[in-house]
């Protein structure tokens, strides 16, 4: 019989005790995901330069019911980040690409914040900082904190949830160390963190945490007559809240869960006609049609993650190896029942959709940090077994392996692609060589390193500590030289904002027009609605104006424009910085001789 209560970790903390974790977390996320993060450009044109280009709308409109993208009605999502984005921009004075990615990377911090209170809760605290410290270094978690999208915001609002509902306990219908005004507040929250993050994804903010809430519940139900002895007892050990109690704050969070989402919802129905078309096309239309926009094939999320959870990736065979060896023992912990019910059920469904983007799955992430760290502290404090063992010990000689091969290979690429900067090169190279021997001496050759200084502070003793933060280390080098050398080079060739800035400052208030450029960077970056032309016949007819019409284009557009009044006002061209053979021209041209 498995045991099938959380063991409640609820050891009150003092005040600086509490405020501790906060502060630490707040550090790393501000070097993770704050530093330099206004400084590059909007390259995402369909994603980022959408997300930027509804909030400048709103804030400019005044409109905070209905979004709009360059002009038009936008609500194939609902609008909490994007009014998000838009208080802060009005705190910070504009909008710019800061304050629209702002609400990101706080939700990137809130996000481990939350992980760190379902690890302490359902674990211990060094599972807790283990799976904070491993979801903020994974790179989907930097990017997606570092980016003008709604899936961060949606992630730490699920994780809120289940911290909120684990934390109230019930989870496991215990009363233990809690008042009845702690359990109806953390209740009562999570009903709050579900519907917000209604109204950051629709019905994704739902489905994420429904899936380990109910999944748990009637797998532990006392009917289900494999557990009813052991959860009776259970519940007469620790106490059990009265049944109508719960049914009351159920019925008050739903309450709080409709006033949320509800009226926003009623709003839409009745102003915007084709609301259920919306509906129809972003929910069940992605399954049905199996050519739909951004297709993948069923197992490309098992691809992704393997690059996206990197280096932690590497440890989840271990990991699960490490459950299957407790559940054939029947001694598997009921709180991986609910990491698993977290995280399959939706992966499952994701996978089976035909639209996939490898950031879909960020909402778990929290879940498989935890999943991580759990299987690191097994193999920490148990004895493991030999399978067990080999799977660590291959993924060690996997990231040791990537720390060798960049120290060689980032020379070699950096001569090729940024010759310029290969005054950097030797001292990455020298501290990848330092971490991947570090890293090896510990985990292998443990005897190498006894030295008298070692010995006397007892570092040794606590080597795998050390392997796993020389690993969080690797990543923020990594970052690093990702933020201070690579991306302003990168950011220089593929940035846009120079030429859509200088062609607002040449049009002024005159018409501007968007022929054939996909892309919503452009009405974000001149400030302004730029209509979308597609046609040559419609483009020809505006250029036949006696006032001045100018127009954006690509110079492989430039063919299909027959008329003898066009002139090139300006050009800029877009160099792909991995193969410079690959450039794009862009035009801004007008039907007047001169301005």
Sequence with gaps: MYDVRF??????????????????LALISYGFFFVKMGEKSIWNKDIEGLRAEVVR??????DW???????????????LYYWLASF?????????????????????????LWTFLIGFYLFNRRIAWMAALILASSPLYIIMARAIT?????????????????????????????TKKMERGYLLAAFIFLGLAVMTKGPIGLMVPMFPIF??????????????????????????????????????????????????????????PHVRDVLYRETLFRYELPNYQNAKPFYFYLIALLGTFAPWSLFLPGGLMAAIEKYKKKILPPELVFLGLWFWPSFFIFSITST??????????????????????TYMTEPPSHWLQKLFSFSILGIIGTLFLSAIGVPVFVHRFFPDLLRAVPGVSFICLVLGSFIFLLFFKPGFLKTRFLQETGLLSHRLHLVFGGIILAVAVVLGVALTLVLPKLDSYRTRKDFFQRTASLVGSHPLINYRYNGYDLPFYVKRTVPFVEEPSQLHKLLQARSPVYVIMEDTSLDSIKSERVRVVLTYDWIDPLNPRRVKRFLLISNTKSR
């Design 356 to 377: 996939k983007r490898d950031y879909y799955l960020l909402p778990l992430y929290p879940a498989l940090a935890l999943f991580t760290a759990w299987a690191w502290d």
């Design 57 to 62: 709308e709103m804030v400019a409109s005044g």
């Design 150 to 178: 709604i899936d961060m915001t949606l992630t730490w609002l699920t994780t809120a949830t289940l911290g909120c509902l684990v934390w109230s306990g019930a989870m496991d219908r215990s009363t233990a160390g809690r």
């Design 215 to 272: 999944g748990y519940l009637l797998l532990y139900s006392p009917r289900n007559p494999l557990q009813k002895a052991k959860i009776e007892k259970s519940m007469a050990e620790n106490g059990q809240r009265t049944a109508r109690r719960l049914r009351t704050l159920i019925f008050q969070g739903i309450g709080l869960f409709l006033l949320l989402t509800l009226p926003w919802a009623i709003l839409i129905y009745f102003r915007v």
């Design 65 to 79: 019911l209905i979004p709009h993208l360059n002009g038009e009605i936008l609500i194939t999502k609902p609008p």
């Design 88 to 112: 802060c921009s009005l705190l910070l004075g504009e909008v710019t690409e800061y304050s629209t990615r702002l609400p990101s990377a706080i939700g990137g911090f809130l996000g481990l």
């Design 7 to 24: 063991p409640p970790n609820l050891q009150k903390p003092t005040w600086k005790q509490g405020i501790w974790p906060v502060l630490c």
